[in-house]
């Protein structure tokens, strides 16, 4: 289950700088990039079997010290760019905590069979009558 929006932000660093891009002036006097930094090991709000799946689906996205980067710097607004990246690593959080169900595997009907092989039969049966009996 995942936890409340304000538990997540207490295991996160927000790191703010210049940002490259559109804003004119602004670019050179503002730091609107904003980097989330989220740490799985000291999030309180996930249990150990979270944490575990976690680590294993983020794998790819986590650095040398076990640390979560998301970057935003897509508004001329720290505080939107802020926001955006909170919302990334909720989603992310939502759809890595997912568990697909296992397949049950089903046997085929046998009327689906028996149609299958009436089907074979007639084609067969086609074929045959096509031939040229004896010259």
Do not use: Y
């Not at 559109?22 to 979270?50: C, H, M, P, R, W």
């Amino acid at each position: 289950m995942l936890p409340t929006r304000e538990e997540i932000l207490r295991s996160v660093t927000f790191k703010t700088s210049r940002s490259g891009g559109k804003g004119g002036q602004n670019v050179n006097k503002v730091s609107s990039k904003v980097e989330l930094i989220f740490d799985l090991e000291t999030a309180a709000s996930f249990s150990e079997d979270e944490k575990v799946l976690l680590k294993s689906r983020l794998e790819n996205r986590l650095d040398a010290e076990g640390l979560l980067h998301i970057v935003s710097q897509e508004d001329r607004s720290q505080l939107l760019n802020k926001e955006k990246t909170i919302a990334k690593l909720i989603d992310l959080l939502k759809r890595s905590l997912v568990v697909q169900k296992k397949r049950k595997p089903t046997k085929i009907p046998k009327a689906v069979i028996e149609k299958r092989l009436k089907n074979k039969a007639s084609t067969a049966e086609k074929k045959k009558n096509r031939k040229i009996v004896g010259f």
